[in-house]
């Protein structure tokens, strides 16, 4: 089976760090991508990992553990339109995409 | 490049009713896929073609819905005996061969009344 998991929802204040968890079991591993989406718009991407480590990219890095089916991104130096929904999503064996449910960031003054 | 294009955007219809959607990927994408996403949920994968060929289709989905890419350009979503649980944003991504990513289409909201 395929599950992946992350929180709901996250509240950070802004100018601040957040970490988002995604932990995943599938059947077959090509990469794990992260993506954001305001409300009403179509998602778009952030990062790609598929090897273990970190990738950075401006404020937002990403980190993948495929031993441990795990990876976070990292929001730094939050801003109010940082406040969205952000998708952790893995490429299968068969190069299909499979997203997880989502976690509904809300960014503070 | 204009991007992938979603047509309609918005389609109300009567519970019974058949529906198609069309979508027009980036065009130098050989891939293409379907996804239907509901509020506070992420999107949920439907199928996906390379080139013309459906590769793979979600065991979640029933046999009223039925997808084709005919010329490997631009692909159809139909929907047939629409339920009021068919009601959410159908979204169609397209990606060239390998580990890119997906760049999705704006949608269409599909409304079973």
């Known amino acids: 089976g395929q599950n992946i998991d992350q929180p709901t929802e996250m509240t950070a204040t802004e100018g601040a760090i957040v970490q988002i968890n995604c932990t995943y079991q599938?059947?077959?591993?090509?990469?794990l991508f992260w993506y954001q989406q305001h409300a009403g718009e179509a998602p778009t991407f952030l990062s790609y990992n598929v090897l273990d480590g970190l990738e950075e990219k401006g404020r937002f890095s990403s980190f993948l553990s495929r031993s441990k089916g795990y990876s976070y991104l990292l929001l730094k130096e939050l801003q109010m339109k940082d406040s969205a929904s952000y998708l952790c999503?893995?490429?299968?064996?068969?190069?299909?995409?499979?997203f997880g449910k989502g976690t509904k960031l809300s960014v503070k003054p | 490049d204009t991007g992938v294009s979603q047509d309609p955007r918005h389609k109300i219809t009567k519970r019974g009713q058949n529906v198609t959607f069309r979508c027009d990927p980036i065009?130098?994408?050989?891939?293409l896929y379907w996804y239907r996403q509901t509020l506070g949920q992420g999107p949920e994968f439907l199928t996906y073609?390379?080139?013309?060929?459906?590769?793979?289709k979600s065991r979640l989905l029933s046999d009223r819905f039925s997808a084709e890419r005919p010329k490997g350009s631009f692909s159809t979503l139909e929907i047939q005996r629409t339920e009021q649980g068919d009601s959410a944003m159908y979204l169609c991504?397209?990606?060239?061969?390998?580990?890119?990513?997906?760049?999705f289409g704006n949608g269409t909201r599909l409304t079973v009344t």
């Open positions: 991504a397209s990606s060239p061969q390998g580990d890119s990513p997906l760049h």
């Open positions: 073609f390379q080139n013309e060929a459906q590769l793979e």
């Open positions: 599938t059947s077959g591993f090509n990469g």
């Open positions: 999503a893995v490429r299968g064996s068969q190069g299909n995409l499979i």
């Open positions: 065009s130098e994408h050989n891939r």
